[in-house]
């Protein structure tokens, strides 16, 4: 299976929704491709940011080159802010891959962009930032085995 390296650094998020009224906002974000739990992956908590948390923190995946020439493989980004009894749900960001991969080709294979967080179908308050870059195409079949990604047929339409 061919498939390419992506490396996603999620830098910071600003102006977004106060959902919590009387402690401070600690702000995480949990970051799948595809909706596929087996690669969720997820920030710590930024503690002194509050509505405008900075993670800068680089997040490695693989994904099947298939997952980048259609339009139904999505970087989905969830944010929510910690609490002890059960965690708030702020809004999140979600990106087809096929969009993200031609953006940063034009680019030379990188790029730092800037996407609305969304609750629900409607714009949220807040932008998230990130950036990322798409490795060489190769062919890894061992390597997606090996690391439990055999089913990727959710990635694509």
């Known amino acids: 299976m061919e498939c390419r390296k992506f490396e996603l650094t999620l830098i910071s998020a600003n102006d ?9 906002m600690k702000v995480y974000a949990r970051v799948s491709i595809g909706g596929n ?15 405008n948390p900075a993670w800068n923190l680089t997040m490695k995946f693989t994904v099947p080159e298939s997952c980048l020439q259609h339009y139904g493989a999505m970087l989905l980004i969830k944010l929510y802010c910690k609490r ?3 965690d708030r749900y702020i809004g999140e960001v979600y990106v ?6 031609d953006q940063a080709y034009a680019r030379g294979g990188s790029a ?3 996407y609305p967080v969304r609750r629900g179908s ?4 807040g932008l998230l930032r990130f950036a990322y870059r798409f490795g060489q195409c190769v062919d890894v ?3 997606v ?5 055999a089913d990727w047929s959710r990635c694509v339409d």
Do not use: I, W, Y
């Open 84 to 86: 002890k009894l059960s």
């Open 145 to 149: 085995l090996a690391e439990g990604f």
């Open 96 to 101: 087809p891959m096929k969009e993200l991969f």
């Open 141 to 143: 079949e061992k390597l």
């Open 122 to 125: 409607l714009n949220s308050q």
């Open 16 to 24: 977004l929704e106060e959902v919590r009224k009387l402690f401070k």
């Open 112 to 114: 730092d962009v800037n």
């Open 37 to 51: 739990q087996e690669t969720e992956k997820r920030t710590p908590a930024d503690r002194h940011g509050e509505a």
